[in-house]
């Protein structure tokens, strides 16, 4: 039976008014260097999905990361607290199934998916631990919890926060090893944290000093 939604309270940050230009940031140099870096963490975690595996994208937002999963295979749907987000990504991906919806009381019913991702969204909800509840609840046995976050280590992230740069100024960043112990309740977890190096057009792949100071933590929790 789907559980009702009863919100926790508001996000740590309104996304809502950025629905029309969120995506921009994806078309700079930046933004597509740090892009691809992440989506190869996220490849080398998850692999492409098989026939009719379904994947709920909690925080979609505009439907970024929505987006990318379809490309991999996966029947994908998607859930954010913003109004605004919700309807950029359904104009955008008319062939996923998004609404508005509280991550910390998700309107699916238990095991309905066999993966559960957020990504970039823990940072800014009030009770990371409840959302991440809601997450392996929705996850079916077997199934994949995966996880992207700012990392709280990475001197790029430090630098916006000590700023008050929005969102960041807002977010309650995520080191590797909170990160790990809020996720491994669930299940063994693995982490990557690759950085962008060299020219923004021209990305590699490699640890930061430290194993684990990328901007970008990935994290898959096998249920």
């Known amino acids: 039976m789907a559980k009702p939604v009863t919100p926790l309270?508001?996000?740590r940050f309104d996304f809502g008014p950025l629905a029309r230009t969120y995506e921009q940031w994806y078309e700079t140099p930046a933004g597509r260097a740090h892009d691809r870096?992440?989506?190869e963490d996220v490849r080398r975690l998850l692999p492409s999905a098989s026939a009719g595996e379904r994947l709920l994208d909690v925080g979609c937002g505009t439907g970024h990361w929505s987006a990318f999963f379809c490309g991999m295979g996966y029947r994908v749907a998607g859930i954010d607290i913003a109004p605004e987000m919700v309807e950029a990504a359904r104009a955008?991906?008319?062939e996923c199934a998004f609404e508005v919806a509280d991550a910390g009381a998700l309107p699916f019913d238990d095991a309905s998916f066999?993966?559960?991702a957020s990504m970039a969204t823990l940072e800014?909800?009030?009770?990371p631990a409840a959302v991440v509840g809601e997450m392996a609840r929705c996850a079916r046995p077997g199934g994949v919890l995966l996880v992207g976050t700012l990392n709280r280590l990475a001197p790029?992230?430090?630098d916006r926060v000590a700023r008050g740069e929005a969102p960041y100024g807002s977010a309650r960043l995520l080191s590797p090893d909170s990160l790990r112990r809020l996720l491994a309740p669930w299940g063994p977890v693995r982490m990557l944290a690759s950085a962008a190096h060299d020219?923004?057009?021209?990305?590699s792949l490699a640890p930061e000093p430290g194993g684990l100071s990328g901007a970008f933590l990935v994290a898959k929790v096998q249920r």
């Open 9 to 11: 309270g508001p996000t």
């Open 37 to 39: 870096v992440q989506q």
């Open 92 to 94: 955008a991906l008319p």
């Open 114 to 116: 066999d993966v559960v």
């Open 124 to 127: 800014f909800v009030p009770d």
């Open 156 to 158: 790029l992230n430090r």
């Open 199 to 203: 020219a923004p057009d021209a990305p």
